[in-house]
């Protein structure tokens, strides 16, 4: 009885031993695949951050570019108002020039 008992027992220690084998090995496989999805998910967070940097980079340059353009923009029609002023001053002037020079015509025919 004792023989059959112990061959029991250790037919039982065996069948638990082969149990918790499985499951550690389940484990194991269960904690690889979550560890190459975290490497993955550390690899594409890195892609994005790099990616990101370059976007943030971009557009620092294109507001600066923007920014160059506005002040180029403002300095050319400040001038194209300063030439319209200069070209109306000069219309005026000439406009009276020959405003006088009619009366001195319609003086002339008179005289």
């Not at 990616?51 to 353009?69: H, P, Y």
């Not at 200069?86 to 009619?102: C, N, P, W």
């Amino acid at each position: 009885d004792t023989e059959v008992a112990l061959h029991a027992e250790i037919h039982q220690i065996q069948y638990q031993n082969n149990q918790d084998r499985s499951e550690d090995q389940t484990q194991l496989q269960q904690f690889s695949a979550v560890t190459q999805d975290a490497l993955a998910v550390r690899a594409h967070n890195d892609l994005l951050t790099h990616r990101i940097d370059e976007l943030q980079k971009s557009l620092q340059q294109a507001q600066q570019q923007a920014g160059e353009n506005l002040d180029s923009l403002e300095s050319s029609m400040t001038e194209t108002e300063t030439g319209h002023a200069d070209s109306q001053r000069a219309l005026d002037e000439l406009h009276t020039a020959m405003q006088m020079l009619q009366e001195e015509l319609q003086l002339r025919d008179t005289a």
